[in-house]
């Protein structure tokens, strides 16, 4: 088993944090290596609510299925997948303050046993951490961006 945990401070309350990261559709912007997440069917957020997703790690790209097992609003999401890689990514929020909170990160990635597993673990997981510090950092961005395009909008 390979785990990944990291924690991405937000310039925005957790309500805003929840918003933005619950739409699936900033899942390629701020997932470093995400090529695509499409829903699968009718349900594009909440419990049940299931994905398609391929992401590239180094020069392969990992497809999976994914489906949201856990779902209490502004406070945590659980997605196990359902096929492709064996992998589930928990996604915990707390407010720091009023205008900042936190968003932890925990991704588990279940391998194959024996040589071949500890094989491909030594070989992904130096890829899968820096992937992993880039989403950290794409979290931060791309959640203090949208907060600010919220509160204060462009005017035409």
Known sequence: MLEIVFVAPCAAPVQVAWEYFSDYRNAVKYMHGMVSYTPTGSLEKGLGASFDG???????????????????????????????????????????DDEHSEVQVEMLFELPGGVAGRAMEKAIEPIVRANANNTRDNMTRVVGEYYASVRNPAQP
């Open 54 to 96: 391929a992401m590239k790690i180094g020069p392969s790209t990992m497809n999976s299925t994914v489906e949201t097992v856990t779902w209490e609003e502004n406070s945590l999401a659980v997605y196990k997948s359902i096929q492709g890689v064996d992998l589930t990514t928990t996604y915990r929020f707390s407010k720091v």
